[in-house]
C-alpha cells in the first residue's frame, strides 16, 4: 500500500469517527468506539493517538473518557468542517 493510499485510509477513517460522534447528543464513550477498533486489529496506543490527534487539532473535545464535538451555546455544532481536509 502506498503511502498516499495510506492517507487516504486515515482521512476515512477520522471522517467515520466524526460523523459517528456528531450523531451522539451526549457524547460518544470511548470504551465501546475503542472496542470496535480494536476488533479490527488498532491497538490502544494506536486508538489513543488517532483521538488525541483530533481532539489537539480542535475537530473534538474530550470530557472524561467520553468524545464530544465541539457545540455552539445553542447546542448546535460548531462549523469546524467536520471533515478532515485534504
Do not use: W
Not at 480494536?38 to 475537530?59: C, H, N, P, R, Y
Amino acid at each position: 500500500m502506498t503511502t498516499k493510499q495510506q492517507l487516504a485510509l486515515l482521512r476515512q477513517l477520522c471522517d467515520a469517527i466524526l460523523d459517528t460522534v456528531s450523531e451522539c447528543p451526549d457524547g460518544a464513550p470511548a470504551g465501546p468506539m475503542y472496542m470496535a477498533f480494536a476488533q479490527a486489529g488498532m491497538s490502544l496506543e494506536m486508538f489513543e493517538a488517532l483521538l488525541d490527534a483530533l481532539v489537539t487539532t480542535g475537530k473534538l473535545e474530550k470530557r472524561g473518557h467520553v468524545y464530544h464535538c465541539p457545540r455552539n451555546p445553542d447546542g448546535s455544532l460548531k462549523d469546524l468542517g467536520y471533515r478532515v481536509e485534504r
